[in-house]
């Protein structure tokens, strides 16, 4: 690789102009040398200082035209924003970790040293920015023949390195899924051996790697890697909970762990959507909790779509995961993600695709999305004729919404005129006549349009025993 012919090179060159100016050595480490040798690119650049990071890094900043330089003096790095990049600074350190913490007690340290600590080989290369070998790369580790192999591990004696800091062996189960890697066999086994300490993390830290996966173009890898190491049951038994096939009188459900894993797979060619792609992973989180077994139809999961929608809540509380209008968005698609496929089994009428829109409002697309990447059967026939219902109820709700613009629907009659109508006060009437005439709207009887819903209002009113005075 050749750093000369990078985007970044005039910045590089500025921060090894610096490094002389200072008398202090500077490298280029970790995800960035990483990502630039596979053809990735990367917004967040490392660099090693062989001296103080922070002094460094608030030099930087003066040279470069007063970027935002902000300083951590507690972990000893410092960060600069700077024409869309991350740049982090950290001077060369040496760890030693205790058994309850993952917060190593940090001490300064050679170039070695501090390569020593890094978590993989492939994130122990470094590109020097000094005067006497500018651009060269230093490979400590034969990090260069992993990266080309494909393979994931670590500097030291895995076991060590996981024990010491458990996240790692999140993030190389991360790593091995955004670069479609193999964790080396002997890293694997630490990683199982260890996988209990993952429980001195905290939930946020698991929850940015478990989102990595999450969002990664083939999320089932990480998964499967997290269930056979034995972290899954730990951090997420619901999930994990999922699998299994019970047979009863020759009857067999599937698996709803892979399952749930291929529904994943299929949504992420369609959707980058982190919080769609946590509706596919939860869809079906409580098959375990309502199966049953009917001597007539076989096993049944009746109501696993309002349970789930339920269990919603609690899982993202436990995972520490956002509490607000995300999470609603995920319980909805739980909610309601079997209406679509219920719609394709007979010929809805257009009162039932009305209803759908207006519960799903602004989410159908990513709904009918969901709904699409749920079809896992292994029958091209009947993927085939799932595919083409289901195109059919999609074109049926383009043209119903056309027609009645229940997206985004505003009552065509707001409580306020109600009041005024009729001269009374907030009341269970006006409640009444809204419901009303949502109904009569959603179920055809009237347009969704002003003139109309009056006069259901009128009609509601009378029954009730309200008049509009003179
Ligand atoms: P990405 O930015 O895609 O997450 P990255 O490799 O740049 O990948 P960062 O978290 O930005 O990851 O960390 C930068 C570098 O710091 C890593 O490449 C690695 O060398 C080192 N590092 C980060 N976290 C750890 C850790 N928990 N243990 C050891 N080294 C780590
Ligand atoms: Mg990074």
């Not at 609690?314 to 698609?333: G, R, W």
């Not at 394709?344 to 990447?373: N, V, Y």
Request: glycine share 6%; with cysteine.
């Amino acid at each position: 690789m050749d750093i000369l012919k990078s985007k970044e090179n005039t910045l590089f060159k500025k921060i090894g102009m610096l490094s002389i100016e200072i008398n202090c050595p500077v490298y280029i480490v970790g995800g960035w040398v990483r990502d630039q040798l596979l053809n990735r690119t990367s917004k967040d650049i490392d660099f090693l200082v062989l001296g103080d990071g922070l002094k460094f890094a608030e030099e930087l900043g003066k040279k470069l035209g007063g970027a935002k330089v902000s300083l951590f003096k507690t972990f000893g790095t410092a960060n600069i924003k700077y024409k869309g990049y991350e740049l982090e600074f950290v001077g060369a350190r040496k760890e030693s970790y205790t058994e309850s913490s993952r917060n190593p007690t940090v001490q300064s340290g050679s170039f070695e040293d501090d390569l020593h600590r890094r978590d993989f080989t492939i994130n122990a290369l470094t590109i020097s920015l000094n005067q006497n070998d500018y651009g060269q790369l230093i490979d400590l580790f034969n990090g260069l023949e992993d990266l080309s192999k494909g393979i994931i591990k670590t500097p030291l004696d895995p076991d060590i390195t996981y024990s010491d800091d458990p996240l790692r062996m999140m993030r190389a189960i991360r790593f091995a899924t955004q670069l479609n890697f193999k964790i080396d066999k002997h890293s694997f086994e630490a990683i199982k051996k260890n996988s209990a300490r993952i429980n001195i993390i905290s939930k946020e830290r698991i929850a940015d790697e478990l989102n990595k996966i999450i969002l990664s173009k083939i999320p089932s890898i990480g998964f499967k890697l997290l269930d056979e190491s034995g972290l899954l049951s730990i951090i997420f038994p619901e999930f994990t909970n999922l699998k299994g096939v019970e047979e009863k009188n020759g009857l067999r459900h599937k698996d709803n762990f892979y399952h749930t894993l291929q529904v994943l797979d299929n949504l992420a060619q369609n959707s980058d959507d982190l919080w769609l792609r946590w509706s596919a992973i939860l869809h079906d989180i409580a098959k375990p909790a309502t199966k049953r077994f009917d001597n007539k139809v076989g096993w049944t999961f009746h109501g696993h779509e309002d349970k789930g929608a339920k269990m919603v809540p609690q899982i993202f509380k436990k995972l520490k995961l956002p509490l607000d209008h995300k999470m609603k968005f995920v319980q909805k698609m739980v909610f309601l993600h079997l209406r679509p496929i219920a719609l394709t089994k007979e010929e809805a009428s257009d009162s039932a695709l009305r209803r759908l829109l207006f519960e799903t409002g602004e989410d159908i697309d990513e709904l009918m999305l969901l709904c699409k990447a749920d079809i896992t059967s292994k029958n091209e026939v009947k993927v085939k004729k799932y595919l083409k219902n289901y195109e059919r109820v999609r074109e049926r709700l383009i043209e119903v919404e056309a027609k009645d613009h229940l997206r985004n629907w505003q009552p065509p009659i707001s409580g306020e005129e109600i009041m005024r109508t009729f001269q009374i006060s907030p009341s269970k009437e006006v409640g009444i006549i809204k419901n009303a005439i949502k109904d009569a709207i959603l179920d055809g009887e009237i347009e969704n349009k002003h003139d109309e819903a009056f006069r259901i209002m009128l009609n509601k009113g009378k029954e009730l025993g309200l008049i509009v005075p003179k």
